[in-house]
């Protein structure tokens, strides 16, 4: 009877499974009928650019797997290698592409690869999957509605004085009090248009992927696709528009004197743009294009030294760099993180800096030495994505994509808070200025608010008009 009862439940199992396993379409294989080679940056880094890379470049990389570059791609991920030059049918990034085998890529949310496409991919592989031929031409950008099923919050910031809580979710920024959670508004760029010339009621076209606070609380900066706006916090108008970058301007600093504003981003695998502003008349004051100092990768995190003399900038090429401002000198490079750097960080009296990355770890490093002084083994199981120091203070909060966040003392090394909550992939964290107040925010398109003293969740921040899910507090 137990023998039957088993039986039972295992079919009832495997034909849940393969019910389940019925409702996910393959993509349909079809033959190119092509006689020219196919290129890697002509024709697949495209695809991949509009298809693949916002999960798999930067300082995201589902699966461990880097499709940046070439040679990350390559390489492959935690899976394995994703590509078998010559053998499209063994190759990995086919199976999943194609949904024929799981976990199925891209995610059901987001638009998977056409026939075309999926052929095409096939070719270059069976063709051996050559690497690029020369000097990559960047195509021109042509930036669409983002569609109504994206809604992550990439970036976060609490304004120093503690009156509200900013969300960048999206290309949406959506203000809320700070103290109640209520929904005050959305700051709207009344330039965007679609191009059939009807207004989009967002930020910015393109998804916002960084926000910073003036010290007055004065200003708000928000980062997007080649462009960043300093807002008037107050009224939500705009003061400024700051354009000329080459991609995604990711990480955005003021000065601790409020006169200055520092960008960085840059395109994947090229050198990556470290710029300065003047907040009071939107020039550009410091451009830093050092060939043989400056960063030789994307930039992910800047920060000001607390005199506002000196900026310290990291990215994918492993490094923390620190650079004179304005004159954009180098100073000195800061190496030993084993993957990409995320985020830096510059303590309040200037004698300490710390850092984050893909390595999983944080860097503590002194400054006037030029050397480490201590690696804080986190125990994040995925890469930290966003560092800060709190206030006047020796800790630091950092989050991860593995959905936690944590407060640690660089001086002992030690956790000291943990916030935890989140369902999902991490991007951002914020702080006001004595640390009573801690944000988190997400994947899940949700921001989560907490006591900085205690790690008790207090508030859940949802998109205007959307029902927050129950969080146990």
């Not at 461990?64 to 492959?76: A, V």
């Not at 069976?126 to 031929?133: E, F, L, R, S, Y």
């Not at 393109?206 to 706006?229: C, H, N, R």
């Not at 804080?376 to 006047?392: A, D, E, H, P």
Request: with cysteine.
């Amino acid at each position: 009877m137990r023998t039957l009862s088993f039986l039972v439940v295992a079919g009832v199992l495997v034909l849940t499974a393969n019910k389940a396993t019925a409702q996910v379409e393959p993509i349909k294989v079809i033959e190119l009928k092509r006689t020219e080679p196919v290129l890697y940056d002509k024709d697949i880094e495209p695809i991949f650019v509009k298809k693949c890379l916002y999960c798999h470049s930067g300082n995201v990389k589902e699966g461990k797997f880097d499709m940046g570059t070439y040679e990350s791609l390559m390489k492959g991920g935690k899976r394995g290698k994703a590509i078998i030059p010559g053998n499209s049918k063994k190759s990995l990034l086919v199976q999943l592409a194609g949904k024929t085998k799981s976990p199925r890529m891209p995610p059901r949310k987001e638009k998977p690869l056409t026939p075309e496409e999926l052929a095409l991919i096939k070719l270059w592989i069976d063709q051996g999957a050559k690497a690029p031929t020369g000097v990559r031409v960047r195509p021109k950008p042509v930036l669409t509605l983002l569609p109504s099923n994206i809604n992550p919050v990439r970036s976060l910031a609490i304004s120093p004085d503690n009156s509200a809580v900013v969300a960048g979710r999206a290309n949406q920024i959506h203000v809320y009090d700070a103290g109640s959670g209520a929904y005050i508004r959305s700051l709207v760029n009344p330039e965007l248009k679609t191009p059939d010339n009807k207004p989009i009621q967002g930020a910015h076209m393109a998804i916002v992927e960084a926000l910073a606070y003036s010290p007055d609380s004065k200003y708000l900066a928000s980062g997007s696709f080649q462009e960043v706006i300093i807002w008037d916090a107050q009224t939500g108008t705009i003061k400024h528009k700051l354009t000329g970058f080459a991609d995604r301007v990711v990480a955005l600093a003021f000065s601790p004197d409020g006169k200055l504003l520092a960008t960085g981003g840059g395109p994947p695998t090229e050198n990556g743009e470290v710029k300065v502003f003047e907040v009071a008349t939107g020039k550009l004051v410091t451009d830093i294009k050092d060939p043989t100092n400056g960063h030789s990768d994307q930039v992910f995190g800047v920060c000001f030294s607390p005199d506002s003399k000196m900026i310290a900038s990291c990215g994918a090429d492993k490094f923390v760099k620190i650079f004179e401002i304005p004159s954009g000198k180098f100073i000195k490079a800061l190496e030993g993180h084993t993957h990409h750097v995320l985020d830096v960080g510059w303590r309040f009296d200037g004698k300490v800096l710390a850092s984050c990355g893909a390595d999983n770890v944080i860097k503590v490093w002194d400054f006037e030495k030029g050397e480490q002084t201590r690696t804080i083994n986190t125990g994040f199981s995925k890469q930290i994505t966003r560092l800060m120091f709190v206030g006047k203070s020796s800790d630091v909060l950092a989050c991860s994509g593995d959905g936690t966040a944590k407060m640690f003392n660089v001086d002992r090394g030690n956790a000291v808070r943990t916030f935890t909550g989140a369902k999902d992939f991490l991007y951002a964290i914020g702080s006001d200025a004595t640390g009573k107040v801690i944000a988190t925010g997400g994947e899940e398109g949700l921001v989560r608010v907490y006591n900085g003293a205690n790690g008790q969740l207090l508030k859940t921040l949802a998109p205007p008009g959307a029902e927050p899910e129950k969080d146990k507090k």
